[in-house]
């Protein structure tokens, strides 16, 4: 053997097609990465899903006992990025729709996700195929459009003065006959 190791056949190592050269040895550990990544995102959504079903088992056994209100309606598409509004929020009524922007702690949260220097930063997708679903959701959602629809009708007869009159008039003639309705009431008694 002779110096620089490697026997007789270190010559192909130079070669681009032998599988002892660094690009291919570098290929290989890139591709192992991204298959333990690949691994990794596949654990995470399986827990997740076993926790959605758990949870769904929960909600079906607490619904079956009468303790929680079951409504059927299409979760699924508020669910993940189009979860807009928490839990609380709808029982509150507390509605940050017409309030102007303010940065809060998920957004915060994001943001070091989009550098991916947070755990589940993996499964930040930030191609824009998602952000073209993201929006075609948005403008596709049937309760944004019934929303906004309800606004203009608002805002077209709150600029009425016309109707905003005739809308007074009859709050007061309703006002008066629950007013007469309840003197009556007395008077019987």
Same mark, same amino acid.
């Given at each position: 053997?002779?110096?620089?190791?490697?026997?007789? +056949?270190?010559?192909?190592? %130079?070669?681009?097609?032998?599988?002892?050269?660094?690009? =291919?040895? /570098?290929?290989?550990?890139? *591709?192992?990465?991204?298959?333990?990544?690949?691994?990794?995102?596949?654990?995470?959504?399986?827990? !997740?899903?076993?926790?959605?079903?758990?949870?769904?088992?929960?909600?079906?056994?607490?619904?079956?006992?009468?303790?929680?209100?079951?409504?059927?309606?299409?979760?699924?598409?508020?669910?993940?990025?189009?979860?807009?509004?928490?839990?609380?929020?709808?029982?509150?009524?507390?509605?940050?729709?017409?309030?102007?922007? !303010?940065?809060?702690?998920?957004?915060?949260? +994001?943001?070091?996700?989009?550098? %991916?220097?947070?755990?589940?930063?993996?499964?930040?997708?930030?191609?824009?195929?998602?952000?073209?679903?993201?929006?075609? *959701?948005?403008?596709?959602?049937?309760?944004?459009?019934?929303? =906004?629809?309800?606004?203009? *009708?608002?805002?077209?007869?709150?600029?009425?003065?016309?109707?905003?009159? =005739?809308?007074?008039? /009859?709050?007061?003639?309703? *006002?008066?006959?629950?007013?007469?309705?309840?003197?009556?009431?007395?008077? !019987?008694?």
């Amino acid at each position: 053997m002779g110096k620089g190791g490697g026997g007789g +056949l270190a010559f192909l190592n %130079k070669k681009s097609w032998h599988t002892g050269g660094f690009k =291919q040895i /570098e290929e290989v550990w890139k *591709r192992e990465a991204q298959a333990e990544n690949e691994k990794k995102k596949i654990e995470e959504l399986t827990k !997740q899903i076993d926790e959605e079903r758990k949870q769904e088992e929960m909600m079906g056994v607490a619904s079956s006992a009468g303790i929680v209100q079951r409504t059927e309606r299409l979760e699924f598409m508020y669910r993940g990025v189009m979860a807009t509004k928490q839990p609380e929020v709808v029982q509150t009524g507390d509605d940050t729709m017409n309030q102007p922007f !303010q940065m809060k702690e998920d957004d915060k949260k +994001l943001k070091k996700m989009e550098t %991916k220097q947070a755990p589940g930063a993996l499964f930040l997708d930030d191609t824009p195929k998602s952000m073209n679903e993201q929006w075609a *959701r948005l403008n596709n959602d049937p309760m944004l459009m019934i929303k =906004q629809m309800e606004m203009e *009708r608002l805002k077209h007869v709150k600029n009425n003065p016309v109707k905003m009159a =005739q809308i007074k008039k /009859e709050v007061e003639e309703l *006002r008066a006959k629950k007013k007469a309705k309840k003197e009556a009431k007395r008077g !019987q008694e």
